[in-house]
């Protein structure tokens, strides 16, 4: 059975910084490669960012890339989620999934419909 934790989650003020991490387990986790979605309030969930296979390749939103940083350890079946300057408009429960089996990397790293594994989510909330 696969299985997604998501930790790291919490309360921070505009400006601050959180360290996402999503440990995985039940699968080949480097056959996959994972991505961090976010859903607030009232809204679709939303992709964020996707790291590949290996992990030599990430890709981003445009609302959070340079402050966000993806990255995967396989050996620790582990992906995490470095969030610096984090905005108000961040606040949301955020969301590791896995990727289907056999999608394309280029194709597939933002479309929420092609990950089939997901965590429960951890919240981040950001003041002002």
């Known amino acids: 059975q696969v299985q997604l934790v998501e930790s790291g989650g919490g309360l921070v003020q505009a400006g601050g910084s959180l360290r996402l991490s999503c440990a995985a387990s039940?699968?080949?986790?480097?056959?996959?490669?994972m991505g961090w979605f976010r859903q607030a309030p009232g809204k679709e969930r939303e992709f964020v960012a996707a790291?590949?296979?290996?992990?030599?390749?990430?890709y981003y939103a445009d609302s959070v890339k340079g402050r966000f940083t993806i990255s995967r350890d396989n050996a620790k079946n582990t992906v995490y989620l470095q969030m610096n300057t984090l905005k108000q408009e961040d606040t949301a429960v955020y969301y590791c999934?896995?990727?289907?089996?056999?999608?394309?990397?280029?194709?597939?790293?933002?479309?929420?419909?092609?990950?089939?594994?997901w965590g429960q989510g951890t919240q981040v909330t950001v003041s002002s």
């Open positions: 790291v590949s296979f290996s992990g030599g390749g990430t």
């Open positions: 039940g699968r080949t986790f480097s056959g996959h490669f």
């Open positions: 999934g896995t990727s289907k089996a056999g999608s394309s990397w280029y194709l597939s790293r933002s479309r929420r419909d092609d990950y089939d594994f």
